[in-house]
T-cell receptor, first 111, second 110 residues
Framework: SQQGEEDPQALSIQEGENATMNCSYK?????LQWYRQNSGRGLVHLIL?????REKHSGRLRVTLDTSKKSSSLLITASRAADTASYFC???????????FGTGTKLQVIP | EAGVTQSPTHLIKTRGQQATLRCSPI?????VYWYQQALGLGLQFLLW???????NRGNFPPRFSGRQFPNYSSELNVNALELEDSALYLC?????????FGPGTRLTVL
């Protein structure tokens, strides 16, 4: 089964609203990362949060990490139509820095 | 700085054939990762190469193999293609904890 399970699978919101995506994982991690993918192409790294961090911001992105619950959330504030994409969380764990991706959340921002 | 490049962009094969996908990492990156993304699914880790060695392998049959060359570019080979191998194959190279992805190769098996 996937190390990262994301919720919801799909999300549709109006432009200007906030979008929240959640990611749960099973094993201990070194860090957790969020990626964005447009139209089935390559992924773009958005943000990395280390296991000893609880919250991180980057522009309109806010990521939280709760290691006790093994979960993370990605908040996109004031969404734009250009934010329409699939968003994946990825956990990095172990000495070999194994990267495991979640199943992704498909976000649609309606103009 | 050039990003990760992959070739070909699209590849159409028939069942039973063999496919070779290529990846060039960002200059200075020694690690290359391969992922399979089947339609509507998340990324499945395939292989990780570092310094020319296979470091880790995902839960895929042996007909999925690869190698990394001295210039750190990499090949993914899929033998005896099956219909369910149709997917987007993504390659990434890494610096510290961040992976930089190529645009992918879309493999279609007919």
């Amino acid at each position: 089964s996937q190390q990262g399970e994301e919720d919801p699978q799909a999300l549709s919101i109006q432009e200007g609203e906030n979008a929240t995506m959640n990611c749960s994982y099973k094993t201990s991690i070194n860090n957790l990362q969020w990626y964005r993918q447009n139209s089935g192409r390559g992924l773009v790294h958005l943000i990395l949060i280390r296991s000893n961090e609880r919250e991180k911001h980057s522009g309109r992105l806010r990521v939280t990490l709760d290691t006790s619950k093994k979960s993370s959330s990605l908040l996109i504030t004031a969404s734009r139509a250009a934010d329409t994409a699939s968003y994946f969380c990825a956990t990095v764990s172990g000495g070999y820095q194994k990267v495991t991706f979640g199943t992704g959340t498909k976000l649609q921002v309606i103009p | 700085e050039a990003g990760v490049t992959q070739s070909p962009t699209h590849l159409i094969k028939t069942r039973g054939q063999q496919a070779t996908l290529r990846c060039s990492p960002i200059s200075g990156h020694t690690s290359v990762y391969w992922y399979q993304q089947a339609l509507g699914l998340g990324l499945q880790f395939l292989l990780w190469y570092d310094e020319g060695e296979e470091r880790n392998r995902g839960n895929f049959p042996p007909r999925f193999s690869g190698r990394q060359f001295p210039n750190y570019s990499s090949e993914l080979n899929v033998n005896a293609l099956e219909l369910e191998d149709s997917a987007l194959y993504l390659c990434a190279s890494s610096s510290l904890n961040e992976q930089f992805f190529g645009p992918g190769t879309r493999l279609t098996v007919l």
